[in-house]
Nanobody, 123 residues
Framework: QVQLVESGGGLVQAGGSLRLSCAASGRIFSNYVLAWFRQAPGKEREFVARIRWTGGNTYYADSVKGRFTISRDNGKNTMYLQMNSLKPEDTAVYYC????????????????WGQGTQVTVSS
């Protein structure tokens, strides 16, 4: 069993930065894939980025490529999302998710979810 807790959301002006954290309790073994998704009001949950716990391979949505960086700290069992050059359209609730072995860009493919953290970018 894996529990995920996000933190680091808040209000920031356009062009600013935030770093989100996702602390995992339980044990994250090799072959887990962790990801960030986001959901704006009235919209479907959207893939942001994912990382393989072992090896650190990453993949980003086109909308955030070059602005966001996903990373993890194995010793702290924590995943991060560094968000730079934020835009108003980045406003959403951000969720971290985890799944064993596989994890693509579709949210139903993930078994474990955090409660979400709000990110609001003002223009």
């Amino acid at each position: 069993q894996v529990q995920l807790v996000e933190s680091g959301g808040g209000l920031v002006q356009a062009g600013g930065s935030l770093r989100l954290s996702c602390a995992a309790s339980g044990r994250i073994f090799s072959n887990y894939v962790l990801a960030w998704f986001r959901q704006a009001p009235g919209k479907e949950r959207e893939f942001v980025a994912r990382i393989r716990w072992t090896g650190g391979n990453t993949y980003y949505a086109d909308s955030v490529k070059g602005r966001f960086t996903i990373s993890r700290d194995n010793g702290k069992n924590t995943m991060y999302l560094q968000m730079n050059s934020l835009k108003p359209e980045d406003t959403a609730v951000y969720y971290c998710a985890a799944n064993y072995l596989s994890g693509g860009s579709n949210w139903p493919g993930y078994n474990y979810w955090g409660q979400g953290t709000q990110v609001t970018v003002s223009s």
